[in-house]
């Protein structure tokens, strides 16, 4: 089948109408030239930074321009090869998809304005503030929802799920909202370590007080190995959801908010072992790196052992929330608190003063941690912060509000050495009396395959989620050819595609996957892999109409849904689409 590749892609353009029709599909093939995207593409490394700019009133900054910037990356000034003013990406409606073909392109995904994502947290955050959150946002939607902003709700359990794709229809997000059932906690995050009671206050004999502080500290040592377990799997769970997250929303154009309706984050997203001096931390991080969130929260030195194994990971998450323009608002499910709460109701007469002192330190000091990591991990993507509010419908309005004064910025590192590093990233603007956001920097991390990182699971993952990943753009056309026999022709947008200078030519290395899903489980699946070079001419035409490879694959017995994918394995990037089998 792949021997017939070139003559498959030179003859496509004839072949289009059988997906689209040849003006829509030709279009879409184009890369919008006034939307920039930040991910890396055919060996060039463009770095977009989102900065919202505001008055000190909270007001938009309406009018700059390129020159009105200045951006520094550690210390040296970059020169700004893009430049979106507010209210330019992605300002069209969506486009319905012809009858029978499948799309994972932006114009047929997403209504126009600034896609938001409304998640709800339950595996981090108790089942009475799920309850309190969902809530909340059904005020918000009630309120707001006739903006015509572009929503998508999900929900973060085991796994991210998604209740409803995105939409301008608040009714709509009203029934997903509502569909959403809060659930107990899968993982607690961990309680603060046991007391003395008061039992050391009247005279005890010493061997009593040594058998009491040995039983201490076996329980102590207990409960420090349940929370870095519970951390360990909390830490897990949130990175595939951004990983999942970044997926979804990279191949969109423009800046997307992510409205992280949580009682707690396991992690921030700048590792133990950073690269970041102290005084840069202290400098650029609301958090102030003083408190690291695992050291304070989970009890126990095991805890924040597990934590900083994840350093790699984390830094992949980060620099893939980056690569996809995603701001980060986290919102604090608990609404006011002091940190005293739990004090309070767990008093009594066994408790001495020093014992509810002590128990009073270590709560508002794991608040403030907690608090504090949701700061960092907004600060360090663009968004902000939403804590100690009771209506925290206002923090979801927040991330909308920011569309107004949203700059999209470009740049081409003057440093071409990608070590894996943080960078830093400082920008002013000239106009006084402003306010300006904007994450803080960025690991320059190679892309392409990384040790233990398995692409095949990335893939599996992906197309288990029951919403598009954009990071590759294609279309798809299923049909039956012979009973119980089906094909598929993939159309893939080059563009999104990485490809390798080899002697005049370009090599591409692309998997493409059909598999047949049935009572949520797949029944069948095929794979064709594209590892060859193309000389200039026939790599062209791919650039102009689009890599088209066929899939030809048997149906299995109740079979009823089709799930695409396409992996660049250069990048690690991936497309999916599905859609009813047969339609």
Request: charged fraction near 20%; proline fraction near 6%; include cysteine.
């Amino acid at each position: 089948m792949l021997c017939n590749l070139p003559f498959r892609i030179v003859t496509a353009s004839a072949l289009i109408l059988n997906l689209a029709t040849g003006p829509t599909i030709l279009s879409a093939q184009q890369a919008p030239a006034e939307v920039p995207s930040i991910t890396i593409r055919a060996n060039t490394r463009l770095v977009v930074v989102d900065v919202v700019v505001t008055h000190k009133n909270g007001q938009p900054v309406a009018g700059l321009k390129p020159e009105d910037f200045t951006l520094e990356e550690n210390g040296k000034k970059q020169k700004i090869s893009v430049f979106v003013p507010p209210g330019i990406a992605n300002r069209t409606a969506a486009t319905p998809t012809p009858a029978g073909v499948f799309s994972n392109h932006p114009e047929n995904l997403t209504p126009g304005g600034i896609p938001t994502v409304l998640l709800i947290d339950a595996a981090n955050s108790p089942f009475k503030d799920q309850s309190y959150g969902r809530s909340q946002m059904l005020k918000y939607v009630l309120q707001q929802g006739q903006s015509g902003r572009p929503m998508a709700v999900v929900t973060l359990t085991d796994r991210l799920r998604v209740l409803q794709q995105f939409t301008s229809d608040p009714q709509v997000l009203l029934t997903a909202i509502k569909n959403f059932r809060p659930q107990e906690q899968i993982l607690q995050p961990g309680a603060s370590g046991p007391e003395s009671h008061g039992v050391a206050d009247g005279p005890r004999g010493s061997a009593v007080s040594d058998s009491i502080a040995q039983a201490g500290l076996a329980v102590q040592a207990f409960a420090d190995l349940q929370i870095g377990y519970n951390i360990e799997r909390r830490t897990m769970i949130t990175l595939d959801a951004m990983r999942a997250l970044s997926r979804m929303l990279g191949g969109l154009p423009g800046r997307k908010n992510v409205v992280w309706l949580t009682a707690s984050l396991p992690f921030d997203l700048v590792p133990e072992d950073r690269s970041m001096t102290d005084a840069e931390l202290l400098a650029d991080l609301p958090g102030q790196g003083s408190q690291r969130s695992v050291s304070v929260n989970a009890a126990g030195s095991m805890a924040a052992e597990q934590r900083n194994l994840h350093g790699q990971a984390i830094r992949e998450a980060e620099a893939q929330l980056a690569s996809a323009s995603i701001a980060i608002y986290p919102v604090d499910l608990r609404g006011l608190v002091s940190g005293m709460e739990g004090s309070a109701s767990g008093g009594g007469s066994v408790y001495s003063d020093s014992a509810l002192s002590d128990r009073a330190i270590i709560q508002v000091s794991s608040l403030q941690a907690s608090q504090g990591t949701m700061e960092e991990v907004a600060a360090q993507t663009g968004g902000k912060a939403y804590i100690n509010q009771n209506e925290i419908k206002e923090g979801i309005a927040l991330a909308a509000s920011d569309e107004k004064a949203s700059y999209s910025l470009g740049y081409y590192p003057e440093n071409k050495k990608w070590d894996g590093k943080m960078r830093n990233i400082k920008m002013k603007v000239a106009q006084g009396d402003t306010q300006l956001r904007y994450r803080k920097g960025y690991f320059a991390i190679e892309s392409g395959p990384t040790k233990d990182r398995n692409y095949e699971q990335d893939v599996a993952a992906a197309i288990e989620v029951n919403a598009p990943a954009t990071q590759i753009s294609f279309m798809a056309q299923a049909k039956p050819t012979d009973p119980g026999k089906i094909r598929v022709v993939f159309l893939v947008d080059a563009h999104t595609l990485t490809a390798e200078d080899s002697g005049g030519s370009k090599k591409m290395n692309v998997s493409l996957y059909a598999t047949v899903w049935g009572n949520g489980k797949s029944l069948g699946a095929h794979t064709i892999k594209v590892d060859r070079t193309f000389d200039a001419a026939t790599y062209q035409q791919i650039v102009d109409h689009g890599m088209m490879v066929p899939i030809d694959m048997d149906i299995p017995a109740g079979g009823k849904e089709l799930r695409l994918a396409v992996l660049d394995n250069k990048t690690g990037f991936i497309g999916t689409v599905s859609g009813p089998l047969g339609q």
